[in-house]
């Protein structure tokens, strides 16, 4: 380095002598002038050759030996929030995140998660895997939800750690993942790789009474509104975090607030909100699901009231705890504007999956195969993006791990991933984005079921989970699915459970956008083959072949 220092030194100082020299011809009297100028103008051709080239020189060497101060590398924020639907009007409530990151930005119209699960989805946004590559399968220990496997295994390979390689400082805040602080998960000490501050929810989304995990350390918290509420204490910390980082360096956050999860704990003074709203009653709401996997079959239909005050209750409630969020949207972005980091960073808002209340008379819940349950929100300003802007082509929830590292200028031919990245749809001229969109994508899950009889419903036998309320059973053993969805060529929905029937079943979400009729008997057998042929490859893809199936 010294070596180089001196060379660039040295020739700084014949360049500069080059040029004081020259300027002493204006003390010559004119007529030497003459005959100096002819000398002059055939040494100075030679001369500013040799001025160019070592500027050159100079200019190349600095950038490379400085090239982390020459390009500026952005902020990048993910706010992933919890059950958020989209099909069912999950969106309304959140009026200022409208405003100032979907029309300040662009907003995907079909951005879908590959597992309607809470677990397995954000495992997939960790890693940017499909489930049967990350094996994390459902919220249980069993299931590889934050197993030790998990930690081993997958963990050291999520995108945080790559950003934080490139010295992105990074905050993550609220829910993680479902078993996170369990005995069997290693309790609250274990903190994931590529975090530098880490102030993760144990288990299951709350409110109020619950414990943290603040940088490895036990945190218990009660039921105050201003110490406690999850969603404002998530804000608090990120402000804080953005107040104490270094501006040398760029930022990733991750903020996971527990809404719209149950038990739908709204801040006191949203309480009495949406009073008159009640769930919608149009498409498949309180529709029989015939034609369906048995498990769609078994509700009551019409649903008896009780399970109808319920959800209604639940939606409302819903809403209520999502105003939360929004004002947590507000505060961070009126922040960034203060320290002057708005205009130089991404922000993300996304959910991990969809919901649905009283859809083919399902009460509430995920887990399901349908639009309601599989479709997310997806917004996104930054820098290059143009605002309302609307994008049509499908995204999935793996494919933000690939943007987000593509974004810090990672090279993503080094980085295994099934997810792409959608930068390219966001900042290229329209022209230029259609080479960017998959033809077809998987949805996989794994159903899951208690091995002996539910107490409270002894009717309904072993194998099924989540049965309320009035006993209608959400999950069980085989409600275990993967689904080709395509969207470029046809609107179509090709679904494969794993149970004794091999039960299949069809969509055609053009003519029937509510999923209502299975078609598996009047489609031609010629592209059901052909949909399980491409469902074979997706099922089993891994990198590349999961972007490239033909």
């Known amino acids: ?136 399968r459902n919220n249980s220990i069993s299931g590889n939800c934050s197993s030790t496997t998990w930690q081993k295994e997958a ?41 530098d501050q880490w102030h993760a929810l144990v288990g299951n989304s709350k409110y109020y009474n619950y414990t943290l995990s603040a940088n490895g350390k036990e945190e218990k918290h009660g039921d105050n509104y201003e110490k406690d509420y999850l969603t404002d204490l998530v804000l608090n910390r990120s402000l804080h975090f953005l107040e104490e980082r270094s501006p040398s360096h760029p930022f990733f956050m991750m903020l996971c607030p527990p809404s719209p999860h149950s038990p739908w704990t709204a801040a006191p003074h949203y309480q009495q909100t949406f009073s008159d709203v009640k769930a919608p009653r149009n498409g498949s709401f309180n529709m029989p699901g015939k034609g369906k996997h048995w498990l769609l ?5 019409p649903m008896p009231n009780s399970s109808v005050e319920y959800l209604d209750n639940a939606y409302r409630r819903r809403w209520q705890t999502l105003l939360s969020v929004d004002d947590m949207v507000e505060q961070l972005i009126n922040k960034l504007d203060s320290i002057k980091e708005l205009s130089n960073t ?38 290059g993006i143009k605002p309302k802007l609307t994008l049509q082509s499908p995204v999935l929830n793996i494919d933000l791990s690939m943007t987000i590292l593509d974004i810090a200028g990672v090279n993503l031919s080094t980085v295994n991933m099934d997810g792409q990245s959608f930068l390219p749809q966001m900042v290229s001229a329209p022209s ?95 592209l059901l083959q052909i949909m399980n042929q491409r469902l074979i490859k997706l099922e089993s893809c891994t990198g590349d072949s999961c972007r490239n199936v033909k």
């Open 346 to 383: 991404y922000i993300f808002y996304t959910s991990d999956h969809g919901y649905h209340t009283g859809q083919f008379s399902l009460p509430i819940d995920k887990r399901q195969l349908y639009e309601f349950d599989i479709r997310i929100p997806l917004l996104v300003r930054g820098p």
């Open 432 to 526: 230029l984005r259609n080479g960017t969109e998959r033809p077809f994508f998987l949805v996989e899950y794994t159903g899951e079921g208690h091995s002996s009889e539910d107490p409270s419903c002894p009717k309904l036998g072993p194998g099924l989970a989540e049965c309320f309320p009035d006993c209608v059973c959400e999950d069980a053993f085989n409600n275990t699915y993967a689904c080709v969805r395509t969207l470029k060529d046809a609107n179509l929905q090709y679904c494969e459970f794993a149970d004794n029937e091999s039960f299949v079943e069809v969509y055609n979400l053009t003519s029937d956008p509510h999923q209502l009729e299975n078609i598996v008997k009047k489609v031609d057998p010629a």
């Open 155 to 195: 963990e050291p390979f999520a995108f945080p750690v790559y950003l934080n390689k490139l010295r992105y400082q990074t905050f993550y805040g609220g829910k993680y993942l479902n078993q996170y602080g369990s005995k069997d998960a290693g309790g609250v000490g274990h903190v994931p790789p590529g975090w």
């Open 1 to 136: 380095m010294r070596l180089i220092n001196n060379i660039i030194s040295e020739r700084k100082g014949s360049v500069c002598a080059a040029v004081r020299h020259s300027n002493r011809l204006d003390s010559v009297s004119p007529d030497r002038q003459t005959d100096r100028l002819r000398v002059w103008s055939a040494v100075g051709l030679m001369a500013s050759a040799r001025v160019v080239s070592t500027c050159l020189f100079v200019a190349l060497l600095t950038c490379t030996l400085r090239c982390s101060q020459c390009v500026k590398l952005s902020n990048i924020i993910l706010i992933l929030t919890d059950d958020q639907d989209v099909e069912m009007g999950g969106m309304t409530p959140m009026k200022k995140t409208k405003a100032l990151i979907g029309d300040a930005g662009v907003t995907f119209s079909n951005a879908f998660t590959v597992t309607p699960l809470c677990c397995p989805s954000r495992s997939s946004i960790l890693t940017g895997k499909y489930p049967h590559n990350h094996l994390v």
């Open 297 to 301: 079959r078994q509700p009551a239909n």
